[in-house]
């Protein structure tokens, strides 16, 4: 296992079902530091700080891709079951018609995410990270190759499910925006603050669900104002799409 994410060292990245590559996940070291009495954390840091270079390298790549051609680009980041992908089918269909999205669906296996959203309306890659509990920023490279995208649009990369590893990879995005729902526990900003310091905007998702859990929305909004007193909160539904119009207008305004 690697030590960095815990993602299995081999893994294979397919993008839209293509085997993009088998590689080494992070890193090419001897990995005796596993072995009793042989830790050397000194060399650990170095590898890790070797890692992100590479990949920050790569994500001022995207952002200059971004620039050029005008696309506004959010890493939607949460754990399995949010509701991410149907906050995104709802996003198509309320704003699709005057705003072109396009989304990079990021799962370990399947297209079943990228098939919905193309049904929504919008154009969509599908990146199978295998063994990968997250995106990183050459991923979404390849992926721009395949993705037709039109000047001043809307990009949404939509990770892989998981609350801790993405927030540590910079894909070149211009924000990223993290979702909570009520079915989670209202205490997912303490238990996963990086989640909460690396994101300018949080959702709080399924609030239709409010009078079936117990879950109380202003302790959640007040620790993650705590941890990141600049965070901007939206509660929202996908079902009843409750409170969208508010998180769309603040959308529309820093597009």
Known sequence: MCQECGCLEVDQIKIDGKLLSARNHTHQHDHSHHAENNV??????SIKQNILQKNNQIASHNREHFAAHHVF??????????????????????????????????????DNDAARIRQAGAEAVQVNTGAACHLDAEMIHQALHK????????????????MVCPTAYDLGEHLKLSIISC??????????????LTSKV???????????????????MQWAKKINPEIIIFPVSAKTKEGLSEFYQWLQQNL
């Open 40 to 45: 050397d954390t000194g060399r650990e840091i």
């Open 73 to 110: 680009s959010m890493n939607w980041i949460s754990a399995p079951g949010s509701g991410k992908t149907t906050l995104l089918e709802k996003m198509i269909e309320d704003l699709g018609n005057n705003l072109s999205i396009a989304v990079i669906e990021g799962d370990q296996q399947t």
């Open 147 to 162: 993705l037709p995208l039109q000047k001043n649009s809307l990009l949404v990369i939509e990770n892989v499910g998981n």
């Open 183 to 196: 079915t989670e526990g209202d205490d997912k900003p303490l238990k996963y603050p990086d989640l909460l």
């Open 202 to 220: 949080l959702l709080i998702n399924k609030i239709d669900l409010l009078p079936y859990l117990d879950f109380n929305v202003e302790n959640c």
